[in-house]
């Protein structure tokens, strides 16, 4: 057994002794910033939304993602007053989290701090950080809890020591409450230290057997409610499925431009530096597993993204401090043209002439909330008296659900129910509500369980902007044939 005279530091204190370069606090300083200064523009993500009204349920478990980002949305909620502002301060801390881990792993790695400095640059600068830590989603504290759990290895690996695998145990297992995602790296960490002979000494440890049981402790929670519940993610990766042709077909081009085209070099480089190092091989097998799996899968083109940390880190480090002299200008330079794409600068009407959509398609998805439920409300104030009383707010999607519980009840709305993922599982509308305001639902699922169903109103965001809401029907059903108990297995939709 491997044993080692140094205390391994927790993962905070790690960041802190570990990151002693003024230049790279400065950088995470400014990218906190940058997202700040513009979390205001725009409004909510449709996921935002979501994950606003899951805080209201919490549970061990939701029908697509764990408990983290749910909890960390009705605290944030908490603390500052429910504000859009407030909510983007938590992925904002999130990116300069992730300069200052890919930082230290730059140290930990030997780079000096130029090598650090350039390292925090190309993590500040990368397109698809400036966009994913835009908003409260799981992605942000997904790529959070890998550089995490990557820095633990780095520290596990570069000291021998074995105790860090505690860190690695834990910091990956509240990765999992996040999102399932992290899963694949643990995976490919194994596969780096069976093909590492060199590193595999560090397998023979009462403490990897520790970090395994505080993993699964802390993953377990979200499990047994999926079993609980019929395994409901089961459904979710069946709709995503659905998406991986299409998925593979962009997938290495959006490896390069969410990483922003110029800082290319510096992660190949990081992979190629870490498979010739007897030790990191571990961690360059992962990454370029990691990269290749979610191809071969047909995963979304940014689930790999938090193991750019590591990449950044050790490209950083492979260069000499000559290479380092010239390169922070030029991911500068390409920050300031990612971030056009990445985040909300042009004013909202412009999505209708520039394609930024096409790149980044979720800015699209940031409007429109508020006139989208006050045009809903203005259908259900059309109602006569006798029917308002007995009528419910349906959405076909769990954002329109999300608007609906954010922005309804200033409008006069009553509560609203979906079928749309863990919506479904808050229930049905009551049994005494035969009348529905129903938003954006299949007419045909409408007229199954209505004897009446006529079109109220059609949602124009007035920006000429091609979102997913841009024409949805807004309908008002009567008479319904059935109670809601024997019509809602038909509304669910986990997608």
């Given at each position: 057994m491997i044993t080692c005279a140094a205390r391994p530091a927790t993962a905070p204190a790690a960041v802190g002794n570990a990151v002693k370069s003024r230049a790279v606090w400065l950088v995470a300083a400014a990218a906190f910033g940058?997202?700040?200064?513009?979390?205001?523009?725009?409004?909510?993500?449709?996921?935002?939304?979501?994950?606003?009204?899951?805080?209201?349920?919490?549970?061990?478990?939701?029908?697509?993602?764990?408990?983290?980002?749910?909890?960390?949305?009705?605290v944030d909620a908490l603390l500052t007053g429910n504000t859009l502002v407030g909510l983007r301060a938590l992925p904002a801390l999130g990116l300069a989290a992730l300069v200052l881990l890919t930082a230290a792993m730059a140290r930990a790695l030997g780079a000096g701090r130029g090598g650090q400095l350039l390292a925090a640059l190309a993590t500040a600068c990368c397109a698809e950080y400036l966009g994913a830590m835009h908003e409260l989603t799981t992605t942000p504290v997904d790529f959070v809890g890998w550089a995490a759990t990557l820095l633990a290895v780095t520290k596990l690996l570069r000291r021998s020591d074995p105790r860090w695998w505690l860190a690695v145990g834990g910091l990956a297992g509240l990765g999992m409450d996040a999102k399932w995602n992290i899963g694949f790296l643990v995976a490919a960490l194994g596969l780096g230290f069976a093909v590492t002979p060199s590193a595999r000494p560090l397998l023979r440890s009462r403490y990897l057997v520790g970090a395994a049981v505080l993993f699964a402790v802390l993953a377990a929670p979200d499990l047994v409610w999926q079993a609980l519940h019929?395994?409901?993610?089961?459904?979710?990766?069946?709709?995503?499925?659905?998406?991986?042709?299409?998925?593979?077909a962009l997938y290495w081009p959006i490896q390069v431009l969410y990483t922003s085209v110029v800082p290319v070099p510096l992660w190949v480089a990081g992979i190629a530096w870490a498979l010739r190092d007897a030790r990191l091989r571990v961690v360059g097998v992962a990454a370029v597993a990691?990269?290749?799996?979610?191809?071969?899968?047909?995963?979304?083109?940014?689930?790999?993204?938090?193991?750019?940390?590591?990449?950044?880190?050790?490209?950083?480090?492979?260069?000499?401090?000559?290479?380092?002299?010239?390169?922070?200008?030029?991911?500068?330079?390409?920050?300031?043209?990612?971030?056009?794409?990445?985040?909300?600068?042009?004013?909202?009407?412009?999505?209708?002439?520039?394609?930024?959509?096409?790149?980044?398609?979720?800015?699209?998805?940031?409007?429109?909330?508020?006139?989208?439920?006050?045009?809903?409300a203005r259908a259900y104030d059309s109602l006569p008296a006798s029917q308002r009383t007995v009528a419910a707010v349906v959405a076909g999607n769990y954002g329109e659900a999300g608007a609906v519980d954010r922005y309804g009840a200033a409008l006069g709305l009553p509560p609203v129910y979906s079928g749309a993922n863990n919506y479904w599982l808050w229930g049905p509308p009551p049994a005494r509500d035969t009348v529905a305001v129903a938003i954006n639902v299949d007419p045909a699922l409408l007229r199954r369980w209505f004897s009446s169903v006529r079109v109220a109103a059609v949602y124009r965001n007035g920006l000429g902007v091609s979102d997913d809401e841009e024409g949805a029907v807004i309908y008002i059903a009567s008479g319904l044939r059935a109670p809601w108990t024997a019509a809602w297995p038909s509304f669910r939709d986990y997608s």
């Open positions: 940058i997202e700040m200064a513009v979390s205001g523009r725009y409004g909510y993500f449709r996921d935002e939304l979501y994950f606003l009204a899951a805080g209201q349920h919490l549970a061990w478990g939701y029908v697509d993602q764990p408990a983290l980002t749910p909890l960390l949305a009705r019929g395994w409901p993610n089961f459904a979710v990766f069946g709709h995503l499925d659905q998406q991986a042709w299409a998925n593979r990691v990269i290749v799996a979610q191809f071969v899968l047909g995963g979304k083109g940014y689930y790999p993204g938090g193991v750019y940390t590591f990449c950044f880190a050790a490209g950083a480090t492979a260069l000499s401090g000559r290479a380092l002299r010239g390169r922070a200008g030029l991911y500068c330079a390409a920050a300031a043209v990612s971030a056009v794409i990445a985040l909300p600068l042009l004013p909202a009407a412009a999505l209708a002439r520039f394609p930024v959509q096409k790149v980044n398609y979720d800015l699209g998805e940031e409007i429109g909330w508020p006139s989208q439920v006050a045009l809903a």
